[in-house]
């Protein structure tokens, strides 16, 4: 089991560009989060996703932010056009049902300059 | 979501038992109690969760309140490799209930 995969691992990039962070969840799990990671904010739930329909959006900061889930085995993370303060960490995860445990990515960590 | 109090730091030394506290008064009778645990530049990893009899799994152990206010993770041997934040998150297992909500956690250090 190669666990949930995010792509890519670091994202550097100029204020104003388009950012894609894309996700892979573990195969048989069908619901899948993404969250963000800042040191003021800690972990923020920003969308979630069952049977590949985005559930509850409500964390999502922005418009700018965009999140969608094609299929089971694939999930991308949209921001444009990107800014400074959305650099942080960003992590999917992925579950059976949002009932048992839930395992994270390990993360992409955007800055934007 | 019903809230929960953590130490904000906690330090043990290796090799020995940790305890960590949770309380979480306002807990409802549908609200599973969840561990997770965060090394350095990694993503959460589960823990362990329960809701109202104590657990243990490779981990960890949780032991759970009789009134359910309160919880305590336990790491029965700790090692360089525990030095993490720990985070108590209480989850609705109603159906639909989906969100797991991160608070500050307790960041513990293990001396060598």
């Known amino acids: 089991d190669a666990g949930v995969i995010q792509s890519p691992r670091h994202e550097v990039t100029e204020m104003g560009q388009e950012v894609t962070l894309r996700c892979k969840p573990i195969?048989?799990?069908?619901?899948l989060f993404w969250y963000r990671q800042t040191m003021m904010r800690g972990l923020e739930l920003l969308i979630y996703f069952n049977n590949n329909v985005p559930i509850d959006d409500s964390g999502m900061p922005e418009d700018r932010f965009s999140a969608k889930m094609p299929n089971a085995s694939f999930s991308t993370l949209k921001i444009q056009p990107s800014e400074p303060r959305d650099s942080a960490v960003y992590f999917c995860?992925?579950?059976?049902?949002?009932?048992?445990?839930?395992?994270f990515g390990s993360g992409t960590r955007l800055t934007v300059v | 979501d019903a809230k929960t109090t953590q130490p904000n730091s906690m330090e043990s030394n290796e090799e020995e038992p940790v305890h960590l506290p949770c309380n979480h008064s306002t807990i409802s009778g549908t609200d599973y109690i969840h561990w997770y645990r965060q090394l350095p530049s990694q993503g959460p990893e589960y823990v362990i969760h329960?809701?109202?009899s104590n657990v243990n799994n490779r981990m960890a152990s949780l032991a759970i309140a009789e009134d359910r206010k309160s919880s305590t993770l336990i790491l029965h041997r700790a090692t360089l490799r525990d030095a993490a934040v720990y985070y108590c998150i209480l989850k609705d297992s109603g159906a639909g209930s989906y969100q797991l909500t991160f608070g500050k956690g307790t960041k513990l250090s293990v001396i060598p």
């Open positions: 195969s048989g799990h069908n619901s």
């Open positions: 329960g809701l109202t």
């Open positions: 995860a992925s579950s059976r049902d949002g009932v048992y445990g839930y395992t």
